[in-house]
């Protein structure tokens, strides 16, 4: 869902990695760009959650757990003594999305 939806709008070449930092500015810069109509925000939240996800995933040795029904991010702060941040990136999109937020902002502050 997420490589097809970044393909679609210009932004991802298949093969490309979702971690690709500038493949983060293009998504960032696409995201703020737009005027989401309340009929398209759940929708643009999903495949915005979705790239968090899987940016974090992918560049940044999180792992995801099930909680009910919820997909947290788990991020380690100490691996070794098994401390993790756990969160649902669900409202953190919806924010970045209803406010306009730098979605590059926000990665780089919680990728650092």
């Given at each position: 869902m997420l490589e097809e939806f970044l393909a679609d709008v210009g932004l991802y070449q298949p093969g490309?990695?979702?971690?690709?930092?500038q493949l983060l500015e293009r998504f960032s810069n696409w995201l703020g760009a737009q005027n989401v109509p309340d009929d398209a925000f759940f929708w643009l939240v999903a495949r915005v959650n979705?790239?968090?996800?899987?940016?974090?995933?992918e560049g940044h040795s999180c792992s995801r757990r099930i909680d009910g029904n919820r997909?947290?991010?788990c991020q380690p702060i100490d691996a070794a003594q098994g401390v993790f941040r756990e969160f649902d990136t669900i409202p953190v999109a919806a924010?970045?999305?209803?406010n306009?937020?730098?979605?590059?902002?926000?990665?780089?502050?919680?990728?650092?």
């Open positions: 490309q990695r979702i971690a690709d930092p979705a790239f968090v996800q899987e940016y974090m995933v997909i947290l991010l924010g970045i999305v209803r306009r937020s730098s979605l590059k902002e926000f990665l780089d502050v919680l990728s650092s």
